[in-house]
């Protein structure tokens, strides 16, 4: 299949080798009723000598006009449908000043709306959303899908400014991957202006509209949320907001400036709460993060970490996602190890623990990475570097082991300090510093790795770690390595594992009631996590009325949703009829797949509950995004 291509990236038509978007002007109505997108795209454009078209990436998109904003007059231009990738949209380009002066910049605009199964924009009817009576929008662009809800050069070899005039319903509010700069009422319409003026790749242009409630944190934070979530939500980020300060100084500290301006939160519905969106100056985040005690962090590093793995340093194409990816595994969980070391440590206040601690909580996620790259179907798996030719990135990248390539990073980092301390983490930041708001590939990377390490040793190091084998090979279970620091559990998971296994084997017939329901401290999150977990793998063993116990001591009907989850679970596991109830409407409430699909799977193999669980389905499906009712629909056995 010939999807007439571009050289530089598989999955795009654009050529920005002879004609480069560098700044996008959205002006957009959004149309709740008719769930779409209208108005116009004002692109920019740097063209070379020979160059009299630009190829743009279309899906779906339909296209009124296309005119030179210079003088008004129309363009001529033409959509080639070429498959999945969506269609070739080619514009003929303005015509030079005069015959004697090129011009390498022109301006067209584009006058489209998108239609309403828009695959990028999911529009949550009222039901979907906290309050149930007012709509709320959300951009998800999948990596390819930019394409579906404004037109572009919709590669990551192309990254560009923008602008964006986003007229609303009175009462809602925008969020953008960018700077506000002025909000104003025009008749019965908000509008809201934004600006952002370091170049993105379009996956990168992210918007979300709706009923939100504003709050100020600090100069440079503002939480969005709905008016069911504003009061915890400004609860929970007035107590933890220097945590997420504290991760951002140690990310700068790796990687140099933060080069981005804002550092907004945006809550999200409950029934999108599982997306994770990549985006400069605001983090999407799932109401359920705004319960606990801050020591379950993954996503807010992660986040963090993508305003360089990603957002500043990009890769060139979906074939080197791991420059983005892996790097953006290595630096968070380095994040998160140092944060979740400093949180510990406070609670301890014990000096000569501090290095125990941090060695721990390093080793735990180094593990739990591992393990993860362990689950992976292996037969399925490409490697770090795979051919996607014909393939949909969003559904390929799946199989290929991005926890592989922080196996790399990591080793690399080891194999280099073993002799000499301390040189990674400032190559980091060369390296950001290096390749600042450009898009690259592997061979970028390995060519700056040889001149920055340009010792003789270093050399040799580099050369005897065969880059080509981690990069080009399958992963096979054999290639997982065990790190001489990673062998085995942590101390800190074996204090977790051996209360649980404790819980398992005491008899509470015979026995008096363990000491540590007296004297054990009270865990952090992570590690009732940990404890949760060591439970699940002897669920047989246990009781209800050690589970109920167990309860009273460690309070695990709260409202982290995480632990909640494998405490609702467990109780399922061992058959408590009375959390049955508690279980659906937690699933019902927290309609995403990451909750919803193993509580309702548990209970459908618990036949006696198999009718409520169905039920309870049925009831609720109005809410859920069609994604989870599809697969809901499979797990209950009603398709």
Known sequence: MDFSRSIIDPHSFAEPELARVKNTNLELIVDFDNKVLKGKAILTIKRKPLASEIILDNLKLVISSVTN?????????????CSALGSLFCVELPPAVDIYTFNPECKIQIEYKTTENSPALHWLIPAQTADGKHHFLLSHNKLIYARAWFP????????STYTANISVPKNYRVVMSAILNNEYESGELNVYEFHQM??????????????????????????FAESKFIRESIDTFETNFSKIERMLEIAESMCGSYFWERYDICVLPRSIAHFEIECPCVIFIPPTLLYGDFTCVGLFARNISQSWTGNLVTCCNYENLWLNKSFNIFISRKIESELLTEILFSERHKAHILPEIKHDIKNFLQCEGLEDLRKMEFDLLKCLKPNLTNLLPYEATKYVPYEWGCVLLTHLEYMLEIKKSSVFEPFLKSYFLKFAFKSINTQDWIKYLYLYFSDKKEKKILYDLTLGKWLYD??????????????????????????????????????????MLIDERHPCDAEKIIFLSSLHTSYESLTIHKLRLISCRYAFDCQNAKIRCLWLLLCIKVRWVGKVESALYFASQNCSPDYACDIFQYLYEWTEMRPIAIKTYIYNKGKMLYETKEKLATILHLN
């Open 474 to 515: 399958i992963v096979s279970p054999l290639m997982v390595p065990l790190f001489p620091s990673a062998s085995g559990m942590t101390k800190w998971e074996t204090k977790c594992s051996d209360l649980a296994d404790r819980w398992v084997k005491w008899n509470c017939k015979t026995d008096r009631i363990p000491p």
């Open 69 to 81: 904003v210079l003088d008004g007059k129309p363009l001529r231009h033409r959509i080639v449908k």
């Open 152 to 159: 572009c050069q919709d590669t990551p070899s192309v990254k």
């Open 198 to 223: 370091n170049p993105v790749p379009s996956h990168a242009v992210i918007i979300a509209v709706g009923l939100l409630e504003k709050t100020k944190l600090n100069a440079k934070s503002n939480i």
